[in-house]
C-alpha cells in the first residue's frame, strides 16, 4: 500500500463547490491513512468553458482547507507536468498509437451532418451511436484539424466499484467517442485515462456522474493495454430538500466564503467528510488527525448525503468550543469589531472566554460582543418584540428595573456576589429568570442574548452596568 496514489483533478471553470472538495478530502484522507501519495491535476482542456484565475483558487481552497497535495502544480513530482494544456505532446503520442493499433480515426463529418444522422435515430425511435455511422475511408489525421474519434469494440462489460459494488453495462453503451478534438486539446474521456496511468493512479475518486461513461473508458483501457486504477464512486451531495443535486441556487457557498466567515478548516473538513461517510460509530465531531486514522472506502455510503447548514453551524461550534483560550484568541484577531480598538488584549481574551460557548463562526464575534466595548444604542424593539415583557407593561418593567438598579448598586460585583444577588431579585420580585433575567440583560447590553448574566455583569464592571440600567429606566 506504500505505492498507493490518489488525485484530485478538476477543471477550472469556476469556484470549488463542496462536490468537489469532498472528491479532494476522501483522496487526500485515503493517501494520508495509507502513507501514500496525493497528486492535483487541472484539467483546463477545455479552453471555452475555462474561468480566469480558477485554478488558483482551487489551490487556495485546497491550501486553505490543509489538504496539501505532494504533486501537483507548484509542487514538481516526477510525473509531471501536472495541467493538462503542458501535456498535449504525451496525449498526441498515445492518439497516434491508437491509429497505428487501428483503434482511431479521423472524424470527417460537419456538424450538420452529425446534428442530420441524431435526427436519422430520433426518427426511428433508436438512441444515436455514432458507431453506426463510422466512415468506411477516413481521411488522414492531421493533428489541430479534424477531430479523432476512437474507434470502439462494442461488448457487454461488469465492474467493480469500491462503493457501488458490481456494476455491468451492455454493449449499446459503447460509442465512438472523441479523443483529440479538432483544436488539437484531448477530450476528458481521453486525457484522464492516459494521465492516470502516466501518473501511476491506484485509485480514482468521482461522482456517479461517471457511471455512463465506464463502459467506454474500459473500452479504451483494452485498446491501450493499460490496467485501470481501482473505481471509487461516493453519492451525490443533495440539496437541503434531499430530492436533487446541490447546487448554488441551494445556497452552498464558496468553500473561501466559509471560511472568511471564520468556520473551522477542522470543522469544514468534519462536515465534508461525513457527507456520504461515516465510521459506524454514533462519534460526529472528529479532528484531523481521527479522520484520517478512520476513515475507510468499504465505509462511504451508496445513497446521496443531504447537505444541511444546520449542521454545519453546530459541528463549527463544536470544534469552537475544543480551542485552547490561546489558539482562540489568535484566530480571533482579524474578527474584532472596530470598538474593540484600544482594549487591552487581557480583557479581550475574558470577552472570548464568555463568548466561545456561544460561536458558530468567528464573523459572529462582533454581534455578540461589541456591548463589551462600547454603549450601544437603546433599542425598544428588544423590550416590544419579546412576548413575556411586553405583555407584563411599561411601567411594571419599570419598576422592577429600579429594584434591580438598588440591589446591584450595593453588590461589589465578584461573581459569587453577582449570581447570589441575581437568585435573590427572583425571590423580592416574585418573577421568573425568563422574565426579570432578561429584562436586566437587555438593559446592560441592549443585545437579545449574551453570555451568563452574571459572568456579563461582572466583566462589564459596576459603573457600566449601573449606568445602563438607569438609562433603559429613562427610556422605559
Known amino acids: 500500500m506504500n505505492s498507493l496514489r490518489t488525485r484530485f483533478a478538476p477543471s477550472p471553470t469556476g ?106 435515430a430520433a426518427k426511428q425511435g433508436s438512441p444515436f451511436l455514432y458507431r453506426n455511422h463510422r466512415p468506411s475511408s477516413p481521411p488522414d489525421w492531421k493533428y489541430g484539424s479534424l477531430p479523432l474519434r476512437f474507434k470502439s469494440d462494442p461488448k457487454a462489460y461488469r465492474w467493480q466499484d469500491e462503493v457501488m459494488g458490481n456494476l455491468s453495462a451492455g454493449e449499446e453503451a459503447i460509442d465512438d467517442f472523441i479523443l483529440i478534438k479538432s483544436d488539437g ?121 443531504r447537505f444541511d447548514e444546520r449542521r454545519l453551524l453546530w459541528m463549527s461550534g463544536a470544534h469552537i468550543r475544543m480551542l485552547s483560550t490561546e489558539e482562540l484568541t489568535k484566530r480571533a484577531k482579524s474578527f474584532w469589531p472596530k470598538e474593540a480598538i484600544g482594549y487591552p488584549e487581557e480583557y479581550k481574551i475574558r470577552v472570548l472566554s464568555l463568548v466561545q460557548e456561544r460561536l458558530k463562526f468567528l464573523a459572529e464575534i462582533p454581534s455578540l460582543t461589541r456591548f463589551f466595548f462600547v ?50 431579585l427572583l425571590d423580592v420580585t416574585g418573577q421568573p429568570p425568563g422574565i426579570l433575567f432578561s429584562l436586566i440583560r437587555i438593559a446592560s447590553t441592549q443585545a437579545p442574548a449574551s453570555p451568563p448574566l452574571a459572568e456579563s455583569l461582572k466583566l462589564l464592571g459596576k459603573e457600566r452596568t449601573l449606568k445602563r440600567i438607569k438609562q433603559q429606566i429613562g427610556a422605559l
Open 15 to 120: 469556484y470549488l463547490h463542496v462536490g468537489g472538495i469532498r472528491t479532494a478530502l476522501f483522496a487526500w484522507l485515503l493517501a494520508r491513512q495509507q502513507n501514500g501519495k496525493f497528486i492535483l491535476r487541472i484539467e483546463d482542456t477545455d479552453k471555452d468553458r475555462e474561468v480566469e484565475g480558477s485554478t488558483q483558487h482551487i489551490i487556495k481552497c485546497l491550501i486553505s482547507l490543509g489538504l496539501d497535495y505532494d504533486e501537483g502544480p507548484n509542487q514538481p513530482g516526477p510525473y509531471g507536468p501536472y495541467r493538462q494544456s503542458e501535456r498535449l505532446s504525451i496525449y498526441r503520442s498515445y492518439a497516434e498509437t491508437l491509429i497505428k493499433l487501428g483503434r482511431a480515426y479521423a472524424d470527417p463529418y460537419s456538424k450538420a451532418e452529425l446534428a442530420n444522422f441524431r435526427r436519422q
Open 185 to 305: 486539446f484531448p477530450t476528458y474521456n481521453f486525457a484522464h485515462i492516459v494521465d492516470d496511468y502516466e501518473m501511476k493512479i491506484t485509485h480514482i475518486i468521482r461522482g456517479q456522474e461517471f457511471i455512463a461513461s465506464t463502459p467506454n473508458y474500459l473500452n479504451l483501457y483494452e485498446a491501450l493495454n493499460i490496467t485501470r486504477p481501482l473505481f471509487v464512486t461516493p453519492p451525490p451531495v443533495l440539496g437541503p430538500s434531499g430530492n436533487k443535486k446541490l447546487s448554488k441556487r441551494d445556497g452552498a457557498k464558496d468553500v473561501l466564503e466559509y471560511i472568511k466567515q471564520g468556520y473551522l478548516e477542522a470543522a469544514l473538513l468534519n462536515f465534508i467528510a461525513s457527507l456520504g461517510w461515516n465510521d459506524g460509530t454514533t462519534q460526529e465531531i472528529y479532528t484531523v488527525d481521527e479522520l484520517i486514522k478512520s476513515f475507510s472506502l468499504k465505509r462511504i455510503v451508496k445513497s446521496g448525503a
Open 375 to 424: 454603549d450601544l444604542p437603546l433599542d425598544p424593539s428588544l423590550i416590544d418584540n419579546n412576548p413575556k415583557l411586553s405583555a407584563i407593561g411599561k411601567p411594571e418593567l419599570k419598576k422592577l428595573l429600579g429594584i434591580a438598579l438598588d440591589s446591584l448598586a450595593q453588590s461589589d460585583f465578584s461573581l459569587g456576589d453577582l449570581q447570589s444577588n441575581l437568585n435573590s
